[in-house]
């Protein structure tokens, strides 16, 4: 672990390694003397005679780790700090007493020479509220601006520690396999077949890297030591190696777009379907340094492909967050792809002229096309023109965001893109069909609410194909979506 964590700050003329000192948004950060953002940290001393405590920062500065684990469930749950208990934890810690990941976490810690670590159960006050809300907003720039992340990768709770004594003894007595051939002039060869790496980037390779909360911290973390049961991983923003010294590029999420970011994120498993967004916060935050536009509710104003969502897969025992407007991705359960991989959607000429947000960002406002339409039974859609003439002609396909049917709607026709490519895989965007023609419209599909003028919900997105008359169908209207 020392050597390669001596490799990564030795390359110092080294382009790729340079990108490990510097943040998503491409500020350098000051490890040794930035101060730690967040309010407490664990002080594990330098050697097993130093007392573990708490500590409040209190601009303290230097070097920490930051620990990614899975809490497992109720009854393996790890060591949690309390208003009843937090004086204890800052007079000392027995350290014997602690869940064996934390422990463990100490001992690579003092190990590698850094004195302080930061654990989210330590660190946050499990029964405080308004201090969770506090240090849970500080999540991301605690990873981002730590040394190192220490990820228990393989461990499904704190209870097996960082080096998964706890595995079964058919488990624990594995060696990696190994081939041995033996040539015809006598000479041995062996083939050793290298321990699988830890993945973050949405895989779900191990049980940390399904965690939700963890996403943002593999995203944001500069360096890592993935301890998963095959062995020791090393990730930093130049390369992945391994205990045998294989070494791969790393991709560089950092040019991920947004949908992107989304997409691996709703792969991922959430306990409280109440912290989908709050467990994103640190990502948007920091990438926000970059971007122009507005953040609201897991949108970017600037972004019409950031409405341009589906559910290609239900997330069990979640029901949504009805207090969500019906245009975020975030107000539904389930795993989202969006309507295009390849980049955002272009706002077609005569579509789309303006969004905006309002009501803190829980309303968008939208100057864009607004057609009424008929849905028929399998999902073709029939466009209306303002006359009411029409609707006999299917121009498109819309796909529902849940089992409802709809037949009398309104069309919001906000991009469009010329890659066919996008819907050739059966029942991949929509249902497999080709458009009528080389380029087509991305469109969201909008329930008028009652008693509320010019007001909508979005229901579904679709794909209405460029026919000879469809500019009889783009005249743009100002409407609310909520």
């Not at 990108?19 to 948004?25: E, G």
Request: aromatic content about 8%; glycine content about 8%; proline content about 4%.
């Amino acid at each position: 672990m020392k050597m390669w964590i001596s490799n990564c700050l030795e390359c110092t003329d080294d382009k790729p390694h340079s990108r490990c000192r510097d943040t998503l948004a491409h500020s350098v950060v000051n490890e040794e003397d930035s101060p730690i953002p967040a309010e407490r940290i664990i002080d594990v001393g330098l050697d097993d005679t130093d007392n573990v405590r708490l500590a409040l920062t209190n601009d303290t500065r230097g070097r920490y780790c930051a620990l990614s684990h899975c809490w497992g469930p109720v009854d393996k749950r790890p060591t949690c700090v309390t208003r009843a208990n937090e004086d204890s934890f800052f007079a000392g810690i027995e350290v014997g007493g602690l869940s064996r990941t934390f422990q463990d976490a100490i001992l690579v810690t003092r190990g590698l020479g850094i004195r302080y670590l930061w654990i989210d159960s330590l660190c946050i006050v499990q029964d405080d509220v308004a201090h969770w809300r506090q240090e849970s907003a500080r999540m991301g720039s605690i990873y981002e601006n730590a040394f190192l992340r220490i990820a228990a990768s393989g461990a499904t709770n704190s209870t097996e520690g960082l080096f998964q004594r706890n595995l079964d003894r058919k488990t624990s007595e594995k060696r990696p396999p190994t081939i041995d051939l033996r040539q015809k002039n006598s000479k041995q060869a062996l083939i050793h077949f290298r321990a699988a790496r830890e993945n973050t980037n949405g895989d779900h390779i191990s049980p940390l890297a399904r965690r939700a909360w963890v996403f943002q911290e593999s995203r944001l973390s500069r360096r890592t030591i993935f301890f998963n049961r095959p062995g020791i991983t090393w990730e930093c923003r130049a390369c992945r190696m391994n205990e045998r010294n294989h070494t791969d590029t790393v991709p560089r999420s950092q040019m991920y777009s947004w949908t992107k970011h989304v997409e691996d994120y709703s792969d991922c498993v959430l306990t409280y379907e109440s912290d989908r967004l709050i467990a994103l916060e640190g990502l948007a935050s920091e990438l926000g340094k970059l971007r122009p536009d507005t953040y609201h509710l897991g949108t970017w104003l600037g972004d019409v492909s950031g409405l341009m969502w589906r559910i290609v897969e239900p997330e069990v025992g979640m029901r949504g967050l009805p207090d969500l407007p019906s245009w975020t991705w975030a107000s539904r359960p389930g795993r989202k792809r969006f309507a295009t991989g390849f980049g955002p959607i272009k706002r077609a000429d005569g579509t789309t002229s303006t969004i905006s947000f309002q009501d803190n960002g829980r309303t968008l406002i939208l100057e864009a096309s607004l057609t009424e339409c008929i849905v028929t039974d399998d999902r073709f859609v029939n466009l209306l023109r303002a006359d009411g003439k029409g609707g006999t002609t299917p121009t498109g396909l819309v796909r529902f965001d849940d089992a409802s049917d709809y037949q009398r709607l309104h069309c919001s026709m906000l991009g469009t893109d010329w890659n066919s490519a996008l819907i050739s895989q059966p029942n991949d965007i929509l249902r497999g069909d080709t458009p009528k023609g080389e380029n087509y419209y991305w469109a969201l599909f909008l329930q008028p609410i009652e008693n509320r003028q010019d007001h909508y919900r979005r229901v579904g997105i679709g794909l209405i194909w460029s026919t000879p008359d469809i500019e009889d169908y783009l005249e743009k209207q100002t409407f609310h979506l909520v």
